[in-house]
């Protein structure tokens, strides 16, 4: 669809529906697209993925998340790209939520568009290999036990004589923790960072699938070998919200007496701790005096 305004401004805006996506050669087909899209003179091009993520018979939300990420890294405003959840948003409410504005922009703003380096891109293959850091580059972790954990008792409450209980759960996260890739532990501090406290008795921290999606720019398929990965160490698994039909990432308890994940968190915010540092770095001597 060609839209021209009264100023002379032309946008295209290319909408994509589930036949498309199931197509094999789906991606070099939009890719193609795009780059033809030029010759029309427009100033906008909007790719609109109307599609289901998962039909039942297959799931697209890994195909649909590549295409995006390699849009993404071609380093221009002149186009962008609404995956199914913004499509949903969009066209069922008429409005897009903050937190989805503010990806998107960051995904496809830039200052000027480079043509060159889009046609040199779209040359190659789609790039399946996940960048190796969500947050920043991957690098060796200098861990740091607590030694006396003086500073978080008083946090959670418990008597000196509690002492060596504490350091127990706390070097037991720790080895735990270490057990994980940097990217994993990243990944982990996302979700307790933005994760909200579950009501009742499960005692869970909840983080929005889609809001982890939108945040770290990544598919759902990514989301969830995360979450196998943390899983298989009874670290975090999924919830859903039958009401809503919201999936979220749950940090788990992992002691009997309270969601130490939580306290920690709690911990930071209290006393103005890097939260980051404690679970990504391993640096425990923040729970010290």
Known sequence: MLVEFPNGAKIGIQVKSHFDVAED?????VKAQL????????????????????????????????????????KSSYHIVYSPQHC???????????????????QFHY??????????????????VPSSSYLRPTEESLVKPATNADK?????????????????HLNHLQQLLGR????????????????????????????????LENYLNIPNSTIRKEVKILEDLDI?????????GTWYVAVNKLN???????????????????????????NFTYFDS
């Open 25 to 29: 050669q789906f991606a070099v087909k």
């Open 35 to 74: 780059a033809e899209s030029q010759y029309h003179g427009i100033d906008k091009w909007y790719l609109l993925v109307c599609a289901p993520i998962d039909d039942g018979k297959r799931n697209y939300a890994q195909r649909i998340g590549h295409l995006t990420n390699e849009f993404s890294s071609y």
């Open 88 to 106: 949903v948003n969009i066209l069922t409410t008429g409005i897009m939520s903050d937190v989805e504005f503010r990806s998107i922009k960051k």
């Open 111 to 128: 200052e000027k568009t480079n043509w060159d380096e889009i046609l040199a891109e779209l040359q190659k293959p789609v790039n399946t």
């Open 152 to 168: 978080y008792l008083n946090h959670i409450g418990y008597d000196q004589s509690d002492r060596p209980e504490v350091l127990e």
């Open 180 to 211: 994980l890739s940097v990217k994993t532990r990243e990944f982990l501090f996302t979700v307790v960072s933005r994760a909200t406290k579950s009501s009742g008795l499960r005692d869970l921290l909840l983080a929005s699938c889609q809001d």
């Open 236 to 244: 975090a698994s999924f919830d859903d919200d039958f009401e809503s």
């Open 256 to 282: 009997p007496d309270y969601n130490i994940v939580r306290e920690i968190r709690d911990f930071a915010k209290k006393f103005g701790m890097p939260l980051k540092e404690i679970l990504v770095d391993l």
